[in-house]
């Protein structure tokens, strides 16, 4: 009597397209955190503060919001957060352009990563590890289905 075997490999496959929705939608949680759950802790300064909520503080302002911290004085910071790049098995998201060198800029000045202000804060991250596990556990899921889906062929005798 002959089995076929399950490839079990093919399971934990994800593809890239697959990885590529999850940086993009890692990209959208980042957003969201900041712009609508208020996840960057500290304030502005006093004068950034006052030109902001007078409109003075850039040429196509779109936010005049200075209660807390959003990143959204015209909106094209966090917008500028992309995929970067793809592997068979990760993905990366980032700032591109002046904006890299921004948030480089800061780090040079003592700001450090993992601080409450960065975009990629301890309460950013959980939330991106939380979407991104939901998203694998779905891949896992329809991979299963699809591997179990195939009918196991026994084979008795010659």
């Known amino acids: 009597m002959k089995i076929k075997p399950l490839n079990p490999d093919k399971i934990v496959d994800i593809p890239l397209k697959t990885w590529d929705s999850i940086g993009d939608n890692s990209c959208n949680v980042v957003r969201e955190q900041i712009r ?27 936010s005049t919001e200075t209660g807390f911290v959003d990143l959204t004085l015209t909106g094209k910071m966090l917008d500028a957060l992309k995929v970067q790049s793809l592997s068979k098995n990760s993905v990366t998201i980032g700032l591109i352009g002046t904006f890299a060198r921004r948030v480089q800029e800061l780090q040079k000045r003592g700001f450090k990563k993992g601080a409450d202000w960065y975009i990629f804060n301890k309460r950013i991250t959980r939330a991106i590890t939380t979407e991104t596990i939901q998203r694998i556990d779905k891949q896992f899921a329809k991979n299963i289905k699809i591997a179990t889906k195939k009918p196991i062929t026994f084979r008795i005798g010659k």
């Open 36 to 62: 609508e759950k208020r996840a960057i802790k500290g304030k502005y300064s006093k004068s950034y503060a006052t030109a902001k909520s007078s409109k003075q503080a850039a040429q196509s302002q779109s």
